[in-house]
């Protein structure tokens, strides 16, 4: 199955709103690697989703820095959340493949990420006039 990807804002902020969910249920499940995963994507669709939003085609990357570097352009403040972005992209492919293993995060590292993420994507959603909720329950889907 194929498809073409959307180019609504909002579309891919609720698709980062459930993957700050499934970061808790990962994390309930004790599974920080899961965790740290979908921490990544969260933040990826996020700032993606706030290019969009900018009239930018955001490029196909994974590297949560390099769109935070697009992002700074348009609000300055976001530069804040420099630190978690160089922190979570490293959550993407190392996880994922048993060949480049590396330690997975701990629940608190995460957790404090969470927090983190949680209001980098309440400030994108404000600044796009969109609030996708971000329940750290399942319930909330």
Known sequence: MSGVESRHPEDWLNRASRDLVRVRVLLDADDPEGAGFHLQQALEKG???FLLAQGVLPRRTHDLVAL??????????LERFRELCE?????????RYPFLFVAPPDREDLERLLDQAEKLLRMIG?????????SRSPEGF
């Open 47 to 49: 700032l993606k989703a």
């Open 68 to 77: 935070l570097n697009e992002a700074v352009c348009y609000v300055p403040d």
């Open 87 to 95: 922190e979570a992209t490293g959550f993407y492919i190392p996880q």
């Open 126 to 134: 404000a600044a796009i006039g969109f609030e996708a909720s971000y």
